[in-house]
């Protein structure tokens, strides 16, 4: 299995960025294709984006398309999340996933997805 430790979250003001790092340990992390997720007070826990095992795929929630980006250091076992022109909307705690069973991953179900982190705090001010 893997784990999974994300760090990066804070408070920004609207318009402003912040990365958000997810480092994984345990098994092999090209094994894991990889999504973001974030849950909002009284919301259900939304898919972010995703990538595939090796990078080279991509998807995102239509809500973070064009400003929002997701990669991944296979060497360095992180996944990241590049988050720009940030929204009093986009407040919540963003959680980091690995998927052991889609080699593009993608998946906007965070049943298809074996192992969380923690999950890091991102507050938005308007």
């Known amino acids: 299995q893997v784990q999974l430790v994300e760090s990066g979250g804070g408070l920004v003001q609207a318009g402003g960025s912040l990365r958000l790092s997810c480092a994984a340990s345990g098994r092999t992390f090209s094994d894991y294709a990889m999504g973001w997720f974030r849950q909002a007070p009284g919301k259900e826990r939304e898919f972010v984006a995703g990538i595939s095992r090796r990078g080279g795929t991509t998807s995102y929630a239509d809500s973070v398309k064009g400003r929002f980006s997701i990669s991944r250091d296979n060497a360095k076992n992180t996944v990241y999340l590049q988050m720009n022109s940030l929204k009093p909307e986009d407040t919540a705690v963003y959680y980091c996933?690995?998927?052991?069973?889609?080699?593009?991953?993608?998946?906007?179900?965070?049943?298809?997805?074996?192992?969380w982190g923690q999950g890091t705090q991102v507050t938005v001010s308007s």
């Open positions: 996933a690995a998927d052991a069973r889609r080699i593009l991953g993608g998946s906007t179900q965070s049943s298809a997805y074996d192992y």
